[in-house]
Nanobody
Framework: QVQLVESGGGLVQAGGSLRLSCAAS????????MGWFRQAPGKEREFVAT????????YLADSVKGRFTISRDNAKNTQYLQMNSLKPEDTAVYYCAAHPSGREITLSQSRLYPYWGQGTQVTVSS
């Protein structure tokens, strides 16, 4: 069983930055594929970014490429989402997800992640 706790959300003006953190417990973090998803009011949950267990492979949604960076620190069992040049359309609840695959892969489909955090609100004002 894997437990995930997100932090770092908040209110920021357009053009600003935030860094989200996701602390994991349980399982073997270094062999766990991690992901970030978001859900805006009235919209479906959408993929944001994913990172492989070693951190060597990453994949980001086109809507955030060049602005967001996903990373992880396996010594701290924590993954991060650095969000720069934020836009009002980035406003959403951001969720951390884990897939203890044991393989060096990235995953962009939410249905493949069995473990989820409670979410953290990010609000970008114009």
């Amino acid at each position: 069983q894997v437990q995930l706790v997100e932090s770092g959300g908040g209110l920021v003006q357009a053009g600003g930055s935030l860094r989200l953190s996701c602390a994991a417990s349980g399982g073997t973090f270094s062999s766990t594929t991690m992901g970030w998803f978001r859900q805006a009011p009235g919209k479906e949950r959408e993929f944001v970014a994913t990172i492989s267990g070693s951190g060597l492979s990453t994949y980001l949604a086109d809507s955030v490429k060049g602005r967001f960076t996903i990373s992880r620190d396996n010594a701290k069992n924590t993954q991060y989402l650095q969000m720069n040049s934020l836009k009002p359309e980035d406003t959403a609840v951001y969720y951390c997800a884990a897939h203890p695959s044991g393989r060096e892969i990235t995953l962009s489909q939410s249905r493949l992640y069995p473990y989820w955090g409670q979410g953290t609100q990010v609000t970008v004002s114009s």
